[in-house]
Nanobody
Framework: QVQLEDSGGGSVHPGDSLRLSCAVSGRAFDSYTMAWFRQVPGKEREFVAAIRWDAGVSKHADSLAGRFTISRGNAENSVDLQMSGLKPEDTAVYYC????????????????WGQGTQVTVSS
């Protein structure tokens, strides 16, 4: 079974850039979809972006597509989320997730999750 470890969060200023990374251990399959979600306390997890493990075909939340980019990581067996032009409203816990087969916008469709990494944008 695939296990995920997400990292790279921190405290930054508005306009800064940050790269999150999701390390994949265990056996990864070409049929897997990898995704990033984010969650603010008191709200549901929100779709950010997703990518097919094998082909690199990706999709992004419309409101974030110009600033956030999901890609296969520079390291082997990793998936990154490059964030630029960060805003205070981007403050959230960011999670990587995995599922088999097709893309999904819904967190409940993803059975495998990382532990989450905090991104705070302030000052």
């Amino acid at each position: 079974q695939v296990q995920l470890e997400d990292s790279g969060g921190g405290s930054v200023h508005p306009g800064d850039s940050l790269r999150l990374s999701c390390a994949v251990s265990g056996r990864a399959f070409d049929s897997y979809t990898m995704a990033w979600f984010r969650q603010v306390p008191g709200k549901e997890r929100e779709f950010v972006a997703a990518i097919r493990w094998d082909a690199g075909v990706s999709k992004h939340a419309d409101s974030l597509a110009g600033r956030f980019t999901i890609s296969r990581g520079n390291a082997e067996n990793s998936v990154d989320l490059q964030m630029s032009g960060l805003k205070p409203e981007d403050t959230a816990v960011y999670y990587c997730a995995a599922k088999t087969f097709s893309f999904s916008y819904y967190s409940h469709d993803y059975p495998i999750w990382g532990q989450g990494t905090q991104v705070t944008v302030s000052s």
